[in-house]
């Protein structure tokens, strides 16, 4: 079993759907959480940390349950420019600990 | 301020051929990760260095090993390649020693692309 599983998608979806991503990790220990973002052929960059409570970034809202080990993202009025790769990542213990990736949810967006 | 670079953007080689691939960290970071990323697949973690020592490794070989220099730059080198070696491999620097937080974000280079033939 993976350590962090993902629908690999592809979602297509059309400007100004509301889409959602869920993520599965398998690693009770682990304490941060995040999705990053990666466009096609670019190096990963981080969309936003993911709490317990909850927590909100303009149209994105990220859920973590951590007794269903369940990671959620929500792309409210979805835009051309969201057309990219969504990972869900978690990490250990520790600021030095390791990320550990799921293998992405490919998101495009349509006119 | 310049971010985490990488050199090359790309590279081929042949089977059983050994590579070296270089990565300079954003300014102020003291920690560097590889990750190797093959086609349709997240990044996996290979190893992460801090001063100047191995801290982590992920499940990879010891035919992948590296190097952190003084200037807190690295090395990833891969021997004896196999085809499955190509992907893409991903630098991320961070701030280990940047104060007490639960995550000091890791950012990343923008790859080598290495083609095993």
């Known amino acids: 079993r993976k350590e962090v599983e993902q629908d690999p998608g592809p979602f297509n979806v059309p400007e100004g759907a509301t889409v959602a991503f869920n993520c599965t990790y398998s690693?009770?220990?682990?304490?941060?959480f995040f999705w990053y973002r990666q466009d096609c052929r670019k190096e990963p960059k981080l969309l936003m940390s993911v709490y317990s409570s909850g927590n909100e970034d303009g149209r994105f809202t990220a859920q973590l349950n951590r007794a269903s080990q369940y990671i959620s993202l929500l792309i409210r009025d979805s835009k051309l420019s969201d057309s990219a790769t969504y990972l869900c990542?978690?990490?250990?213990?520790?600021?030095?600990?390791?990320?550990?990736f799921g293998t992405g949810t490919r998101l495009q967006v349509t006119l | 301020d310049a971010g985490v670079t990488q050199s090359p953007t790309h590279l081929i080689k042949t089977r059983g051929q050994q590579v070296t691939l270089r990565c300079s960290p954003k300014s102020g970071h003291d920690t560097v990760s590889w990750y190797q990323q093959a086609l349709g697949q997240g990044p996996q973690f290979i190893f992460q260095?801090?001063?100047?020592?191995?801290?982590q490794r992920g499940n990879f070989p010891d035919r992948f090993s590296g190097h952190q220099f003084p200037n807190y730059s690295s090395e990833l080198n891969v021997n004896a390649l196999l085809l499955g070696d190509s992907a893409l491999y991903l630098c991320?620097?961070?701030?280990?020693?940047?104060?007490?937080?639960?995550?000091?974000?890791?950012?990343f280079g923008p790859g080598t692309r290495l083609t095993v033939l």
């Open positions: 260095y801090y001063e100047e020592e191995e801290r």
């Open positions: 990542v978690v990490k250990g213990a520790g600021t030095a600990s390791k990320l550990t």
């Open positions: 991320a620097s961070s701030w280990l020693t940047g104060g007490y937080s639960s995550y000091n974000e890791q950012f």
């Open positions: 690693n009770s220990a682990s304490q941060s």
